[in-house]
């Protein structure tokens, strides 16, 4: 863990020198930088870099940009692979031709786009409030370090048969305030620049489960329970207009029978227009009934278009 931890602050070091470096030798007149084929930066391009910047530069200029020489070396020697790379970008050549082969992977990985992003689970639970299960915030104040949570990882792939995205544990390395630091505990199986024990850094919004208990029930295991529902509610968009509640057939099965209500004999006859999935899938669809799901068995409903509202109906 603490080999992953010193490999994310040397990465974010390494990407804040060059961006700071960069910014200098691309302005020379602001900084009065004489040219850079003048500095003699040949053979050791870390030294050369380091005293082209303490000669070139007044103290008081580099120290706006860096708090001190000495901090421009130590992030510096981090990589040597760095500065050629910088001067590479400078004098609009290939940056990777300057640099060794065993080198590209890890300018690569650091400079380049990702082609992943955490997906915003708490956006999918306001969307998706009766199937969609999100950590109570209560349970995440009570996350430390050493503990696992899920996230969902979106990502771009040029294979058709890839999903969109892969759900996989971070083990939390810090907590700084709203952030948490942590690292990847899973081999991703598509994408391609993650590997288990990279560095990722995420919100609250973006866990959708725990290693720890949550001391708040979910909302969403209140639906859980089955029922039977014809395909004209579940997929083709139309309003519930007809319930009722019987004895169930097992365990999983709450006994409710869902459906529109003008169905003809011959379609509720065929079970490929019927489905046994949870309440909340239904409710997905058409949440209007949702105050009727705790009536007992032996309750029938009918929608009256006149009071907009559900009806009891006595048998």
């Not at 990777?96 to 080198?103: C, D, E, F, G, N």
């Not at 009727?292 to 559900?310: A, C, M, R, Y």
């Amino acid at each position: 863990m603490g080999q992953h931890l010193r490999c994310s602050k040397s990465r974010r070091a390494i990407r804040e020198s060059s961006a700071r470096i960069l910014y200098l030798l691309r302005r020379p007149n602001a900084f009065r930088l004489p040219p850079i084929e003048s500095a003699g930066l040949s053979g050791n391009w870390n030294k050369g870099l380091h005293a082209y910047m303490r000669n070139a530069l007044p103290r008081e200029r580099l120290g706006r940009i860096c708090s001190n020489k000495a901090q421009v070396s130590e992030r510096l020697s981090f990589s040597l692979a760095v500065v050629p790379l910088i001067f590479a970008l400078v004098r609009k050549t290939d940056p990777l031709r300057t640099v060794a082969s065993s080198q590209r992977l890890t300018l690569m990985t650091l400079f380049s786009k990702k082609s992943w992003r955490l997906s915003d689970a708490q956006k999918l639970a306001d969307e998706y409030p009766y199937t969609f299960y999100k950590p109570s915030s209560q349970a995440v104040a009570l996350l430390k370090p050493g503990d696992g949570v899920k996230l969902i990882f979106d990502f771009e792939s040029d294979d058709p048969d890839a999903p969109t995205a892969e759900r996989m544990w971070v083990e939390i390395t810090d907590i700084r305030g709203k952030k948490f630091d942590g690292i990847l505990d899973n081999d991703p199986a598509h994408i391609a620049d993650l590997k288990c024990g990279d560095p990722v850094t995420f919100a609250e919004k973006h866990i959708i489960q725990l290693s720890i208990d949550d001391p708040v029930p979910s909302k969403t295991d209140k639906y859980l329970s089955r029922c039977f529902v014809t395909h004209r509610v579940l997929y083709d968009g139309e309003s519930v207009g007809y319930l009722y509640r019987e004895q169930p057939d097992n365990d999983d099965d709450s006994g409710w029978r869902i459906m529109c209500g003008d169905e003809s004999a011959q379609y509720m006859d065929s079970p490929d227009n019927i489905s046994f999935v949870s309440l909340g899938a239904v409710l997905r669809e058409d949440d209007r009934i949702v105050d009727l799901l705790e009536e007992p068995i032996g309750s029938t409903f009918e929608f009256d278009s006149e009071s907009d509202s559900f009806a009891r109906v006595d048998d």
